[in-house]
């Protein structure tokens, strides 16, 4: 049997990584820089962002229009092509990064990304998630290579509003649950073949980095302050979750995301607390323990994650609409199919409803 891993080129991380490494690590990429921000970055730090390069490499700076769409990448890959941009650089959260990503491979010229959130696992990988303007998911798509830099600026995280880590918390969370159940059908990653043991470790050290230090990272994060604890976290959510999903592959928890987000009342939810509520209704799916189960809804209690589909905008939610969310879970190509369990629509709505039931139980009793 062929296994298959896929990283990034480099990754850096740490306090002050911006000011200290952001100039030195795009120079040796290239001369000029096509640079995406997101518009809080570009407004918060713009002008930190643009005094660390000065010197360093020429640049021009593009401010994102909210959606990973392909009418954005086409945007933006024209803007670069016009520029005449030597390496394509994204500075913000998870849809700004997969759309320099992917104006990057379609340009064929390198990738550096800077994520300013530790809220998704997207940085790390070569997978770019598209949706339609209107932010109904739409594909997936896998670049040619993944990002030449990763760069993290602890500092810049601690500073952002702390559900954006509790929300990449419940991203990392499916990790090692999905990668387990790649492991046991042998399913493959997202290169299409199995991930080798180190994908699979990795996926579990992620999940045993968030049960020790979530709880004391979101208090850093609270006080906006860099602890050793918040760094743990930030590496889990950005490297060792994306790293894990990558390697060792998707499975219900994601697909579970993708389905919800046919119901535009979830979408001013953030992808990591979808995936959260998909992934206790994956373990409703999967038949986990009942102490696993119970580790897990403690957890997203305690971190603040959902645990009811209140929690995601849908409390008075129909069977109707809920099946849709499960017809699109199972949509032909969908990574629930890397489960070794029988998969149906009707069991992902089932797993739903049970999750839900069992979040609404733990509130009445808390």
Known sequence: ????????????????????????????????????????????????????????????????????????????????????????????????????????????????????????????????????????????????????????????????????????????????????????????????????????????LCYDTLLQYAILAKSACEQQQVTPALELVIEANTLLSGLGFESGGLAAAHAIHNGLTVLPQTHSYWHGEKVAFGTLAMLMLTDREPEVIDTVYNFCRDVGLPTTLADIGLKQVSDDDLMKVAEASCNQGETIHNEPYEISAENVLAALRAADAEGQRRKLFA
Request: glycine letters at 10%; a neutral charge; charged letters at 20%.
């Open 1 to 204: 049997m062929i296994t298959t891993a896929i990283f990034p080129g480099r990754y850096v991380q740490g306090s002050g990584a911006v000011e200290k490494c952001l100039g030195d690590e795009l120079s040796r990429l290239g001369q000029k820089a096509l640079i995406l921000q997101d518009p809080v970055v570009h407004q918060k730090l713009g002008s930190h962002i643009a005094k660390a390069l000065e010197g360093k490499i020429a640049c021009q700076v593009e401010v994102f229009n909210s959606e990973c769409s392909d009418e954005e990448i086409d945007r933006i890959s024209a803007l670069a092509q016009n520029y005449g941009a030597e390496v394509i650089v994204g500075i913000g959260g998870g849809k700004t990064l997969d759309t320099a990503k992917a104006t990057g491979a379609f340009l064929k010229l390198p990738i550096a990304i800077v994520p300013t959130l530790a809220s998704t696992d997207a940085p790390c990988s070569s997978l770019v998630v598209i949706y339609t303007q209107e932010g109904k998911f739409k594909r997936y798509m896998m670049i040619p290579r993944n990002p030449d830099v990763v760069l993290v600026d602890s500092k810049i995280i601690a500073q952002a509003p702390v559900r954006f880590l509790v929300s990449g918390i419940g991203d990392a969370l499916a990790t090692w649950f999905e990668a387990e159940d790649c492991r046991i059908k042998m399913a493959g990653n997202m290169t299409g073949r199995p991930g080798p043991m180190s994908a699979y470790g990795l996926a579990r």
